[in-house]
């Protein structure tokens, strides 16, 4: 059953140029007054807002959102990021009691979308207007940057991944180079770090920031998760159907799944590939289905709003990825809360979310996830089971009632979070 729930959002208000946020923080200053004010930082991926709906350019957003609307009850809590328009003007929405700002311009940089130097200036002015009891950077380089935000608040760095930590192979020479470079800045980055807390995603960066020197005390992992409420489990799918969610870059090597599907026509000829996100490789994405002469059996959406995306992942049999590289996942989770079984390259993310346990293949070729594919929708008996071990998986495991609890009991609990200044 595909899932028709909207999301909750105010209509987004653009606020025109640089002056408008004093405004918005003068006129709501006396309802902050009651509640401790979180400010988060995230440099990359903001929102895309259409109407009353949403929908998220990366996963380290919906994280940021999804966790922090679970103590929106006891928080004024406002997130930062860069507008994904890139047209530097200021938006404002709300969505489960959070406030959004997208702010400043922003760019694709190599398989990152991230804010320019006008988006770092607004917010600086922010915060430094806001005056936050707690402020929280989404991503390294957030992290860093709160270095030089103004001085008061109790400050959290959210990390997700290492690149420097990485041993992705099969990257093309451009990416490796990259990532080397990055890895280089990431460590100094973490050097010159000055974090009250840290929140790591998985006990993989916790360990390698304990090689680094962090102190084992400050470290939290709080995971990812879904909302099991928003993703329902569905037994109905679209026969033959599959699905890929997330950015098109060069670590995520979406035009590898195509290879895959011109296999599995070969038994299934309805076979439908729906991919749904954008990014610097969707070109070569789309010369691969032409080259292949897969028009009818793959679909590009674009970024979809959530509802759309639910949706079209409910109705799915099979979730795909052939990534190099994941800091965890987020869609794989969501796919598993919807009994949409995933057949995902054999990585260290992926099988952190696996756990070990019966929820779908690690694959480590193009011809063993063909062949993977061609058997779970060849037996619906079997993909069901490994659907159905997903979805408790998710329910015990990943959830974002969980990270908010994990925030509240061991992030957020320090005697210059609960009497700030």
């Known amino acids: 059953m595909a899932n028709k729930m909207r999301l909750k959002t105010e209509p987004s208000r653009s606020l025109g140029n640089d002056n408008s946020v004093c405004p918005l923080l003068k006129g709501s200053?006396?309802?902050?007054?009651?509640?401790?004010?979180?400010?988060?930082?995230?440099?990359?991926?903001?929102?895309?807002?259409?109407?009353?709906?949403?929908?998220?350019?990366?996963g380290g957003?919906?994280?940021?959102?999804?966790?922090?609307?679970?103590?929106?009850?006891?928080?004024?809590?406002?997130?930062?990021?860069?507008?994904?328009?890139?047209?530097?003007?200021?938006?404002?929405?709300?969505?489960?009691?959070?406030?959004?700002?997208?702010?400043g311009g922003s760019r694709w940089i190599k398989w990152m979308h991230a804010g320019g130097v006008s988006f770092c200036r607004q917010a600086n002015r922010y915060i430094k207007e806001a005056a936050p009891d707690i402020l929280i950077g989404n991503g390294i380089l957030a992290s860093f940057l709160l270095r030089f935000a103004p001085k008061g608040s109790f400050r959290i760095g959210i990390i997700h991944h290492l690149y420097?930590?990485?041993?992705?192979?099969?990257?093309?020479?451009?990416?490796?180079?990259?990532?080397?470079?990055?890895?280089?800045?990431?460590?100094?980055?973490?050097?010159?770090t000055k974090l009250d807390r840290i929140g790591v995603i998985s006990p993989m960066v916790q360990d390698v920031l304990a090689e680094e020197g962090f102190c084992q005390d400050k470290i939290v992992?709080?995971?990812?998760?879904?909302?099991?409420?928003?993703?329902?489990?569905?037994v109905n799918k679209t026969p033959y159907s599959l699905i890929y969610i997330g950015r098109l870059t060069e670590l995520k090597r979406v035009s590898s799944l195509i290879e895959p599907i011109s296999i599995v026509r070969n038994k299934f000829p309805e076979v439908k590939l729906?991919?749904?996100?954008?990014?610097?490789?969707?070109?070569?994405?789309?010369?691969?289905?032409?080259?292949?002469?897969?028009?009818?059996?793959?679909?590009?959406?674009?970024?979809?709003?959530?509802?759309?995306?639910?949706?079209?992942?409910?109705?799915?049999?099979?979730?795909?990825?052939?990534?190099?590289?994941?800091?965890?996942?987020?869609?794989?989770?969501?796919?598993?809360?919807?009994?949409?079984?995933?057949?995902?390259?054999?990585?260290?993310?992926?099988?952190?979310?696996?756990?070990?346990?019966?929820?779908?293949?690690?694959?480590?070729?193009?011809?063993?996830?063909?062949?993977?594919?061609?058997?779970?929708?060849?037996?619906?008996?079997?993909?069901?089971?490994?659907?159905?071990?997903?979805?408790?998986?998710?329910?015990?495991?990943?959830?974002?009632?969980?990270?908010?609890?994990?925030y509240r009991e061991s992030l957020l609990t320090d005697n210059l979070v609960n009497n700030p200044r």
């Open 164 to 192: 420097h930590a990485s041993h992705a192979s099969n990257v093309g020479s451009s990416s490796k180079y990259a990532m080397r470079v990055i890895g280089v800045l990431e460590k100094a980055a973490l050097r010159l």
């Open 29 to 58: 200053s006396r309802v902050m007054k009651r509640t401790k004010r979180i400010v988060l930082i995230n440099h990359t991926g903001g929102p895309i807002i259409k109407e009353d709906e949403l929908a998220y350019t990366e």
């Open 61 to 103: 957003l919906a994280h940021a959102l999804s966790a922090l609307t679970g103590l929106a009850s006891d928080y004024d809590i406002t997130i930062l990021c860069p507008d994904f328009s890139g047209n530097k003007q200021i938006h404002v929405t709300k969505y489960r009691g959070v406030n959004i700002i997208c702010m």
């Open 274 to 406: 729906h991919i749904v996100g954008d990014g610097p490789k969707r070109e070569e994405v789309r010369r691969k289905i032409e080259e292949l002469g897969l028009f009818r059996n793959v679909s590009m959406h674009g970024y979809l709003p959530e509802r759309e995306k639910i949706e079209l992942l409910s109705s799915s049999a099979v979730y795909v990825s052939n990534s190099i590289f994941e800091g965890f996942g987020i869609p794989l989770v969501e796919a598993m809360a919807t009994g949409t079984v995933p057949v995902v390259s054999d990585i260290e993310g992926h099988r952190f979310v696996f756990q070990d346990d019966n929820v779908g293949y690690l694959v480590k070729s193009t011809e063993e996830m063909a062949t993977k594919i061609t058997n779970l929708l060849g037996n619906e008996t079997e993909r069901l089971r490994l659907a159905t071990n997903g979805r408790r998986l998710v329910e015990q495991k990943w959830t974002w009632a969980k990270v908010a609890q994990r």
């Open 221 to 234: 992992v709080v995971g990812n998760g879904v909302n099991v409420e928003d993703y329902p489990f569905s």
